[in-house]
């Protein structure tokens, strides 16, 4: 038995939800509501000491960290397989989940903007006090402040795209044309990639994923975008959800 606690716009939850479609996992789904911070909640920490979603729950075990929820879900159910055969593209598979995950903060700034922020600019200093004080990370912390108090500038935002297209330029590079990231298949690397892509498609960078500026991604995200279990995952349009 799965049980899936995630947000329909969360980008860690959507790839643990691409990666259960393409296994054709039936699972339970659990939707945490951020907006109320579900997430830190003492029942919730117990299931992911991080605060954050999404956790799967296998048989009563909990697990968090999307990257190693899909390694496990490929481990636990082999096919079709999501992870490359050899070692050494396991490795680098490894490597764009961690890179990518790196990247989260630059994505951050644009996600909030949308809902959490509206919310959070409403509380006051001691109801913003006492959220703070549940949030288990530091980052999570300064970027609750930030959207409550102090909302990322123009400059911050120029600056996270900059960064947000350099992972285009890095996958551009690596993937030969109608290649995916890894290797000749598709692999959790890919998924790793596939909610920040949605984002830069969708609202961040959307010029930079034509044919002329980053011909290989755009061809990719096209190919993804095909898959049954993309279809399936309820990737859908992070704007028009929020209650803007
Ligand atoms: N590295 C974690 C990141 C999880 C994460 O950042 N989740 C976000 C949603 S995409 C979240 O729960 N944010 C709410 C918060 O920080 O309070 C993973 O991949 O599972």
New binding site residues.
């Given amino acids: 038995m799965m049980i899936l606690h995630h947000a329909w716009q969360?980008?860690?939850?959507r790839r643990v939800r691409l990666c259960l479609e393409e296994k054709g996992v039936a699972y339970e789904g659990h939707v945490v509501d951020?907006t109320k911070l579900e997430?830190?909640s003492p029942e919730y920490l117990k299931i992911n000491p991080n605060?954050?979603?999404?956790t799967l729950i296998h048989d009563g075990r909990p697990l968090?960290?999307?990257?190693t929820i899909c390694e496990y879900l490929d481990e636990l159910i082999p096919d079709p397989p999501l992870r490359p055969d050899d070692a050494y593209e396991r490795a680098k598979m490894r490597n764009w989940i961690r890179h990518i995950?790196s990247l989260?903060g630059n994505l951050v700034i644009f996600n909030w903007r949308h809902q959490l922020q509206k919310v959070a600019q409403k509380w006051s200093d001691e109801e913003l006090a006492e959220v703070i004080r549940k949030?288990p990370s530091p980052e999570?912390k300064e970027?609750w402040m930030r959207v409550a108090r102090r909302p990322y500038t123009e400059e911050e935002r120029d600056e996270a795209r900059a960064k947000l297209i350099g992972l285009l330029d890095r996958m551009e590079a690596a993937m030969d044309p109608d290649g995916w990231l890894v290797g000749d298949a598709y692999s959790i690397a890919d998924i790793a990639a596939v909610p920040f892509i949605k984002r830069i498609d969708e609202e961040i960078a959307p010029d930079q994923m034509t044919e002329a500026k980053h011909p290989r991604v755009a061809a990719w995200w096209t190919a993804i975008q095909a898959r049954p279990a993309y279809g399936r995952a309820g990737i859908g349009s992070f704007i028009e959800a929020s209650s803007d």
């Fill in positions: 969360s980008s860690a939850s951020l997430q830190h605060g954050v979603i999404p968090h960290e999307s990257g995950d989260i949030i999570r970027a």
